[in-house]
């Protein structure tokens, strides 16, 4: 199986965006998590549910199109930044 990235938002980070949009349907939602593969594609979306959320409540919306967009600029960030490690006799490691 191929390594995937995972970029996931917690309740405080919902809470945050629910506060500047209140209308976007997340508010039943402990967290989310989209998952990418190598290529930048998305290959997975999951939400956890509040207690005594319902699990039939229709989450797709504006809510979850901000923070598809939040975690698609956070790949973006992480794939064009390089780590350098520099080790005390010279040595560097690059990590990608």
Known sequence: MKPSI????????IAFVLRAHPNCNLDRLSELS?????AGKIVDCVGTIKDG???DHDYAGSG????YETA???LTARQTSATILQFPNSKRLANA
């Open 6 to 13: 995972k970029i996931r938002f917690t309740e405080p980070q």
């Open 34 to 38: 989209f998952e990418f593969d190598q």
């Open 53 to 55: 959320g319902n699990i």
């Open 64 to 67: 979850l199109a901000r923070f």
């Open 72 to 74: 698609r600029r956070q």
